[in-house]
């Protein structure tokens, strides 16, 4: 089972996330989605992750789909979605070029979409999914407030920014903005030492880590180097690698910190990956300590773990 971290007053999302990006690269029948809901459920992940734009703008409604065909099961779960990419595909395919729109209009026509595709009155958290280098953060700032004023989001949050994007828009707004989810793992651990953390953990605001195994990159050539140490790891605890390099995250000192320490969102075209991956916080959050060997190699900072006692 997952521990749960709190996101915004009354809000609790699972500490590991189900992330929806892939959903559509697999069957998408109502069935099969709400058995890999329900597989999450079993294992305390009760947080997905969604985006307007998965699956060309039709991985909300494959969720959807599920919700529908399962009365109840929207409220056992808590739903992330985002909005502010707009690429030729789907239902912008009239677009000229991929760009980011956080105009009001804009971000109220995705909600609208996003609620009517997931067959939902609210979305839990709504995020900025990217920065908008032309955004006007006083009028996406009170499109947020307003959205949440009226029910329809229950927080607003941001994804990628840099500490600057995101005071910018934090100073404009009455909510406080929930959390920024970030690129992060044992492929990504910039944010650890380049100040995107630090920012967080001052404001005492949970981060959302995504691509915690790079999307899977970490068992492929990129993650040579680790891979082996992983494993050993999780020889000790009779998990996989996967499960060891989450744990690692988990494991982060802010854990200590209610509000800072990391949600993941963790993601599978599979069914069994969420069960696996929930293994890592039976073994990691407590077991693993963390060794920063600060080896910069081609400008990359290179973090390890080992296992407590090793
Ligand atoms: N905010 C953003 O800009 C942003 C960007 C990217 C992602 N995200 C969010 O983060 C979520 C997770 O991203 P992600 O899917 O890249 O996460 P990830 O958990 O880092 O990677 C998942 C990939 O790793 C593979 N994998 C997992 N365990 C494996 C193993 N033991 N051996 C080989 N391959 C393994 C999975 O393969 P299988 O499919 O075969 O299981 C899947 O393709 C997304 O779904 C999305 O919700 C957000």
């Given at each position: 089972?997952?521990?749960?971290?709190?996101?915004?007053?009354?809000?609790?999302?699972?500490?590991?996330?189900?992330?929806?990006?892939?959903i559509?690269?697999a069957?998408?029948?109502?069935?099969?989605?709400?058995?890999?809901?329900?597989?999450?459920i079993?294992q305390?992940?009760?947080?997905?992750?969604?985006?307007?734009?998965?699956?060309?703008y039709?991985a909300?409604?494959?969720?959807?789909?599920?919700?529908k065909?399962?009365?109840g099961?929207?409220?056992?779960?808590?739903i992330?979605?985002?909005?502010?990419?707009v690429?030729?595909?789907?239902?912008?395919?009239?677009?000229?070029?991929?760009?980011?729109?956080?105009?009001?209009?804009?971000?109220?026509?995705?909600?609208?979409?996003s609620?009517?595709?997931?067959?939902?009155?609210?979305?839990d958290?709504l995020?900025?999914?990217?920065?908008?280098?032309l955004?006007?953060?006083?009028?996406?700032?009170?499109?947020?407030?307003?959205?949440v004023?009226?029910?329809?989001?229950?927080?607003?949050?941001?994804?990628?920014?840099?500490?600057?994007?995101?005071?910018?828009?934090?100073?404009?707004?009455?909510?406080?903005l929930?959390?920024?989810?970030?690129?992060?793992?044992?492929l990504?651990?910039?944010?650890?030492?380049?100040?995107?953390?630090a920012?967080l953990?001052?404001?005492?605001?949970?981060v959302?880590?995504?691509s915690?195994?790079?999307g899977g990159?970490?068992?492929?050539?990129?993650?040579?180097?680790l891979?082996?140490?992983?494993?050993?790891?999780g020889?000790?605890?009779?998990?996989?690698?996967?499960?060891v390099a989450i744990?690692w995250?988990?494991?982060?000192?802010a854990?200590?910190?209610?509000?800072?320490?990391?949600?993941?969102?963790?993601?599978?075209?599979?069914?069994?990956?969420?069960s696996?991956s929930?293994?890592?916080?039976r073994t990691?959050?407590?077991?693993?300590?963390?060794?920063?060997?600060?080896?910069?190699?081609?400008e990359?900072?290179?973090?390890?773990?080992?296992?407590?006692?090793?």
């Amino acid at each position: 089972m997952t521990d749960r971290i709190e996101i915004a007053d009354g809000l609790t999302f699972s500490r590991l996330v189900y992330g929806m990006w892939r959903i559509t690269d697999a069957d998408t029948s109502p069935g099969h989605v709400q058995e890999k809901v329900e597989a999450c459920i079993a294992q305390g992940i009760t947080t997905m992750d969604q985006a307007d734009i998965y699956g060309g703008y039709t991985a909300e409604a494959v969720l959807g789909g599920a919700l529908k065909a399962a009365p109840g099961l929207r409220d056992r779960i808590e739903i992330v979605t985002k909005c502010g990419i707009v690429a030729p595909v789907g239902r912008h395919a009239e677009a000229s070029v991929k760009h980011y729109d956080t105009s009001k209009a804009h971000i109220r026509a995705s909600v609208q979409a996003s609620l009517t595709d997931m067959a939902t009155d609210h979305i839990d958290l709504l995020l900025i999914h990217r920065p908008d280098p032309l955004i006007d953060p006083e009028e996406t700032g009170r499109v947020l407030d307003d959205l949440v004023a009226e029910g329809k989001i229950r927080a607003a949050g941001v994804s990628n920014f840099r500490p600057w994007d995101f005071s910018l828009l934090q100073s404009n707004m009455h909510a406080r903005l929930a959390t920024n989810q970030i690129e992060l793992g044992l492929l990504a651990p910039e944010p650890l030492v380049d100040g995107d953390l630090a920012f967080l953990q001052e404001r005492k605001l949970p981060v959302m880590a995504w691509s915690p195994l790079g999307g899977g990159k970490l068992f492929g050539e990129a993650g040579k180097p680790l891979i082996h140490a992983l494993e050993k790891i999780g020889k000790r605890f009779g998990v996989d690698a996967g499960a060891v390099a989450i744990a690692w995250l988990l494991a982060h000192p802010a854990k200590s910190c209610r509000c800072s320490a990391p949600t993941i969102p963790i993601g599978s075209r599979k069914l069994p990956r969420p069960s696996r991956s929930s293994s890592a916080v039976r073994t990691g959050s407590h077991s693993l300590r963390w060794r920063s060997v600060m080896k910069c190699h081609e400008e990359r900072v290179m973090m390890r773990c080992s296992a407590i006692g090793s």
